[in-house]
């Protein structure tokens, strides 16, 4: 099934991403946040507040500021 409306046929995650896209510092805070650790895990996703790092990175709030910066660079091109 074809969504209507679109461009091109994109992935879901990556319309969040368009719409982060406009907010530069916001995903520039992400992009700065979710950083690896030492082990390869996400620095600001921990388990449940405990600060104890639980995601591998990169996170999928990683890889959705990633998006949003490559449309960013793509729209603004
Ligand atoms: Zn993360």
Same mark, same amino acid.
């Given at each position: 099934?074809?969504?209507?409306?679109?461009?091109?046929?994109?992935?879901?995650?990556?319309?969040?991403?368009? $719409?982060?896209? #406009?907010? +530069?510092?916001?995903?520039?805070?992400? /992009?700065?946040?979710?950083?690896?650790? &030492?082990?390869?895990?996400?620095?600001?996703?921990?388990?449940?507040?405990?600060?104890?790092?639980? $995601?591998?990175? #990169?996170? +999928?709030?990683?890889?959705?500021?990633? /998006?949003?910066?490559?449309?960013?660079? &793509?729209?603004?091109?």
């Amino acid at each position: 099934m074809v969504p209507r409306g679109e461009k091109r046929s994109r992935p879901r995650a990556s319309a969040f991403a368009d $719409e982060l896209a #406009p907010m +530069v510092g916001v995903w520039l805070r992400l /992009l700065n946040a979710h950083v690896p650790d &030492a082990s390869g895990r996400c620095r600001a996703c921990t388990a449940g507040g405990t600060g104890v790092p639980s $995601e591998p990175w #990169p996170c +999928v709030i990683r890889g959705m500021a990633e /998006l949003a910066r490559i449309s960013h660079s &793509a729209g603004a091109a």
